[in-house]
């Protein structure tokens, strides 16, 4: 499994400005966490397995974890099969040198229409969204929510401006209103938009209807890359 340096905790963060949703709201979101990862785990096991095997086939490790920001600052390893060749970050940065363009996507999105790294196999588990079920062991931990934003990197959050302190007041989401709202058909400035609204409305009857719908957004591969 691919590791980064140990951060716990992003600095300088004024938590006097974070939101704090009702604890009664949060206590209830938490039980739905707990109680719908476990019954997801079991039920998607075997598909984890043979997921789990494919991509180590190719000598590299099935797993790939990347620090993103929690609820309250807090880092943690966000875990996602691994969809990129060995060596990602090397070719990432060389591919950029050579193409002008793709590094103005890159720097506008965090994303490119064609990514050089992704593996053919990575490509249909991005499509499908199936690399992000090692997630559901970040939920069952208490890292990640089944519904919430997207998680982002220390560098990405800075991009919410304002709306970092929405951002923070929750656990990111497995899923979430980006999810069902078009996926990589939302511009950023959409996306942050989407979670600052989310927040604001924070309500477990939300988070049931986004859990109804996702498997329908997913299916339909609207806005999957």
């Known amino acids: ?27 209830a979101k938490r039980s739905l966490d707990v109680v719908g990862s476990l019954i997801l785990i079991l039920l998607v096991s075997p598909l984890f397995a043979m997921i789990a095997l494919i991509v180590s086939l190719d000598g ?9 920001i929690g609820r309250n600052g807090e880092m943690f390893n966000c875990l996602k099969f ?3 060749i060995l060596g990602a970050e090397a070719c990432l940065h060389e591919y950029l ?8 996507e890159w720097q506008n999105n965090q994303k490119l229409d064609f990514d050089p790294r992704i593996t053919p196999v ?7 969204s199936l690399d992000e079920l090692p997630q559901l062991f970040n939920i069952l931990k208490g890292d990640m929510s089944l519904v919430g934003p997207r998680p982002v990197t220390k560098d990405e959050l800075i991009r919410y401006g304002e709306s970092a302190t929405h951002y ?3 656990r990111p989401g ?4 980006w999810q069902i709202s078009g996926r990589n058909e939302t511009g950023y400035n959409e996306r942050v938009a989407l979670d600052h ?19 329908a957004a997913v299916l339909s591969r609207r806005g999957a890359k």
Not at 122 to 128: E, M
Not at 197 to 215: F, N
């Open 122 to 128: 990575g490509r249909l588990l991005r499509a499908t």
């Open 174 to 177: 497995l899923t979430g209103p």
């Open 97 to 104: 040198d050579h193409h002008p363009d793709a590094k103005a």
């Open 197 to 215: 609204a989310y927040v604001s409305q924070l309500s477990l009857y939300r988070d049931i209807a986004i859990l109804l719908q996702t498997p």
């Open 1 to 27: 499994m691919q590791r980064e340096p140990s951060e716990r905790t992003l600095n300088p963060i004024n938590f006097d400005r974070v939101l704090r949703p009702s604890l009664l709201t949060l206590s």
């Open 60 to 68: 590299g490790p099935a797993l790939f974890r990347h620090k993103r």
């Open 82 to 84: 691994r969809t990129m």
């Open 168 to 170: 923070l007041a929750v």
